[in-house]
């Protein structure tokens, strides 16, 4: 993906993958290109570079020219304030351009998603009063780092250009330039500097408030609930749950085949193709997917395990373990480490979607796995005991009939009522009518009760 000048704006221009190796060294920044035999389409997407209606779409067929610079003049950079970032309402499925002072930077940390390891790191940029941050990932760390490292950290000007807006940067397209030295960097620079007390603006250290620790994220952020819970949920939302491994499901295989992209694939003219990157594939790897029936205290059911998390538990990464397995036994058949995960004990933070197959058995997928023992512990120490209100109310009902006495069979209720009941009248006029006339019969029988232990030996 890059992005053409045509006739003092911008149009979108698109290369996919399969056919990047065919145009990466014909196509550099900051010369002019003609292209003839290419497509064009709405420009549609989450990721538009530009706000042009339309986008090119490079075919297998396009030609590539390249021509004079001065046939196209360079327009001047559009920079959108952050103050429109950050109102209600904006279109983020545009990238945009930002410029402003770098005022902060954070702490360098790594993020672990799809088996795979990247930096990430976040700096704080200001303009005009406002403040935003960007998140940085992979090569723009070290972007970064090499800055920093420079020691000329003083009113630097940053510039940010084709940023996605509360996303990440957009295929390695998003460009950075530290302490610019632009037209609009200069301005901007003269401008912060005559609107603050301090002449000299330094960095400050960025607060970490995204970090979540494992105690955090099964305890603390995501409801707990139990297998029947789960069972009966209507809407999509996530869970943590206690829950043990009684068996592994062996229908199917405990394996599957991705590309190194991670996207599955599938026998095609005795290669592999895959669908993410538009391709034929020859080199591919096996990935964990297993299927465990789950117990607690509630009910039992199906969870579906895929490869970072099904690797936390076995402690052996599916390719080690696909390459020690016996190839010649049946498909059944499932590897002696998988023994180690029966009646393990385990925090699962599953997912649950919105529309389930009632008429088959249910299968949920789980997101992350937690076995940590003292995480466990503390969840354990949180948990309320379930407790079964009929069987708790009937007892009670029977323990109070028990213990209530039949005034009917007493031979001395007649003496006793005689004794201590006044004379029922229904003339409530009457100066014979005195308050304990309105006393419900239930409370007189207490107080016959009362007098049958004064005047019973």
Not at 78 to 101: E, M, N, Q, R
Not at 113 to 119: A, F, G
Not at 206 to 220: A, H, P, R, T, W
Not at 347 to 364: A, P, T
């Amino acid at each position: 993906m890059f992005v053409a000048i045509f006739q003092g704006d911008r149009i979108h221009v698109s290369v996919r993958r399969t056919l990047i190796y065919k145009f990466q060294n014909d196509i550099f920044e900051d010369k002019v290109y003609s292209f003839n035999f290419f497509s064009v389409s709405t420009n549609t997407g989450s990721y538009g570079t530009t706000c042009h209606q339309y986008k090119i779409n490079f075919q297998f067929g396009t030609k590539v020219t390249c021509v004079g610079n001065d046939l196209v003049s360079c327009p001047k950079p559009h920079y959108t304030p952050i103050f429109v970032l950050k109102a209600s309402g904006f279109d983020t499925d545009y990238l945009v351009d930002v410029i402003g002072i770098l005022t902060g930077v954070g702490t360098e940390r790594e993020l672990n998603r799809s088996s795979s390891t990247t930096k990430l790191n976040a700096i704080s940029i200001e303009a005009d009063g406002y403040r935003i941050e960007c998140t940085l990932f992979g090569n723009y760390v070290d972007e970064l780092n090499t800055f920093i490292s420079s020691g000329d950290v003083e009113n630097i000007v940053i510039r940010v250009h084709f940023a996605k807006v509360f996303l990440q940067n957009c295929l390695d397209c998003t460009k950075i330039i530290y302490n610019d030295k632009s037209k609009d960097a200069t301005e901007l620079k003269k401008m912060m500097i005559e609107s603050t007390d301090s002449p000299t603006q330094g960095l400050s250290q960025l607060c970490d408030s995204g970090k979540q620790n494992v105690e955090d994220e099964f305890i603390s952020f995501i409801h707990r609930n139990t297998i029947q819970g789960l069972k009966d949920c209507k809407k999509e939302s996530t869970f943590v749950i206690l829950a043990t491994i009684k068996h592994i499901v062996a229908d199917d295989d405990w394996w599957y085949t991705t590309c190194l992209c991670g996207k599955a694939v599938y026998p095609d003219s005795k290669m592999f193709f895959c669908e993410k990157c538009n391709k034929h594939v020859i080199k591919v790897q096996q990935r964990y997917k297993l299927k465990l029936r789950v117990i607690d205290e509630t009910n039992s059911t199906t969870f579906v395990l895929f490869d970072r998390d099904a690797t936390t538990l076995i402690n052996k990464s599916c390719a080690e373990l696909f390459e020690s397995h016996d190839k010649n036994v049946d498909s059944g058949v499932l590897p002696k480490d998988f023994d180690l995960l029966i009646d393990k004990v385990v925090l699962f933070k599953v997912g649950c979607v919105k529309y389930q197959y009632l008429r088959f058995d249910q299968s949920f997928r789980v997101k992350k796995v937690c076995i940590d023992d003292s995480t466990i512990q503390r969840f354990c120490e949180g948990r309320v005991e379930n407790v079964d209100l009929f069987n708790k109310f009937s007892t009670e009902a029977a323990d109070l009939q028990s213990k209530t006495i039949d005034l009917g069979s007493d031979s001395v209720l007649g003496t006793a009522t005689e004794l201590v009941a006044p004379r029922v009248t229904t003339d409530f006029a009457s100066p014979a009518h005195t308050p304990d006339d309105d006393i419900p019969l239930r409370i007189l029988r207490k107080n016959i009760k009362i007098e049958k232990g004064v005047i019973i030996p």
